[in-house]
């Protein structure tokens, strides 16, 4: 069985960061990509940030580039999501999930997920 839990989250003024933390279990978290989606009131969910097994591919949304980062810990199982200069756009539920075929590939399509985590609340204040 598959777990992500996510923490991290809370209440940030404008221009300040968080940093969030998805620990994962139940499957060999170094062969698969990971993956960052938010979902903010009254929207869809949306693609944030994705990495791959070994870090060496990267994407982001155009919405966080340059103010967010995604990185991962193998030997923690973990994966995070450095948020910096924090707008009050940002503000929604981010949940991280896990890729279901253990590749190199990294996708903004949420289908390609099939674990995920039940979510952090990130409120920025204007």
């Known amino acids: 069985q598959v777990q992500l839990v996510e923490s991290g989250g809370g209440l940030v003024q404008a221009g300040g960061s968080l940093r969030l933390s998805c620990a994962a279990s139940?499957?060999?978290?170094?062969?698969?990509?990971m993956g960052w989606f938010r979902q903010a009131p009254g929207k869809e969910r949306e693609f944030v940030a994705a990495?791959?097994?070994?870090?060496?591919?990267?994407r982001y949304a155009d919405s966080v580039k340059g103010r967010f980062t995604i990185s991962r810990d193998n030997a923690k199982n973990t994966v995070y999501l450095q948020m910096n200069s924090l707008k009050f756009e940002d503000t929604a539920v981010y949940y991280c999930a896990c890729a279901r075929e253990a590749s190199g590939y990294i996708s903004r399509e949420q289908r390609w997920y099939d674990y995920w985590g039940q979510g952090t609340q990130v409120t920025v204040s204007s």
């Open positions: 139940g499957r060999t978290f170094s062969s698969y990509a």
């Open positions: 990495i791959s097994w070994g870090s060496s591919n990267i």
